[in-house]
């Protein structure tokens, strides 16, 4: 089956750092995507990851390891405004969004 | 960038009625979007992905008669809830995907909140 892990929910201080981490199994791979999801609004995208290796852009970077179905996305210098949920969406084979749960980013002061 | 509106952004209805929510691309065409339905604190749900010129196809355990979907242009997808309950209630999301680039992002719409009574 396919299947997508992220932890529930994580805390952090403003002006650090924080790592969210994502596991994967799809049927097929065409890529690994990064949204994040304020309380009530519709998912924005972050990032898209089909190599391996690590994307940055800006406070933001997402690595990728496709041999052991591994994701994390690191947002540096954390400000209070980053508290939203994080969803990992690996693309299978039909180039459909497999979803995770999301995970609860709290940032505190 | 590329833009998805939906109308309604939010929708209170009686038992029983029938909701249209519209998801339209606004810069770009979309041969291909998605329905989604999030409830609280839950990840996403695919509905069904709709496709321009042809009939959706709706994930296991979505009543296709219950969520009539209508992609009558490329740039227009249409999700009609009918015989709303109040377990419909929910935040209804559609996606495009842009015809131009390809398969690798979709373009949320802003959501519709919908409330059954």
């Known amino acids: 089956g396919q299947n997508i892990d992220q932890p529930t929910e994580m805390t952090a201080t403003e002006g650090a750092i924080v790592q969210i981490n994502c596991t994967y199994q799809?049927?097929?791979?065409?890529?690994l995507f990064w949204y994040q999801q304020h309380a009530g609004e519709a998912p924005t995208f972050l990032s898209y990851?089909?190599l391996d290796g690590l994307e940055e852009k800006g406070r933001f970077s997402s690595f990728l390891s496709r041999s052991k179905g591994y994701s994390y996305l690191l947002l540096k210098e954390l400000q209070m405004k980053d508290s939203a949920s994080y969803l990992c969406?690996?693309?299978?084979?039909?180039?459909?969004?497999?979803w995770g749960a999301g995970t609860k980013l709290i940032i505190k002061p | 960038g590329a833009v998805v509106s939906q109308h309604p952004s939010w929708v209170i209805c009686k038992s029983g009625t029938s909701v249209k929510i519209e998801c339209r691309s606004l810069?770009?065409?979309?041969?291909?979007m998605f329905w989604y339905r999030q409830f609280p604190k839950q990840s996403l749900m695919l509905m069904a992905t709709?496709?321009?010129?042809?009939?959706?196809?709706?994930e296991q355990g979505v009543e296709k008669d219950k969520f009539l979907i209508n992609h009558a242009s490329l740039t227009l997808s249409t999700l009609t809830v009918t015989s709303a309950h109040p377990e419909d209630s929910s935040f209804y999301i559609c996606?495009?995907?842009?015809?131009?680039?390809?398969?690798?992002?979709?373009?949320f719409g802003p959501g519709t909140r919908l409330t059954v009574l």
């Open positions: 996606s495009a995907r842009d015809d131009e680039f390809g398969y690798n992002e979709q373009f």
């Open positions: 709709s496709n321009e010129g042809s009939k959706a196809t709706y």
């Open positions: 969406a690996g693309m299978d084979s039909n180039y459909q969004l497999i």
């Open positions: 990851n089909v």
């Open positions: 799809t049927s097929g791979f065409n890529g």
């Open positions: 810069d770009f065409q979309a041969t291909t």
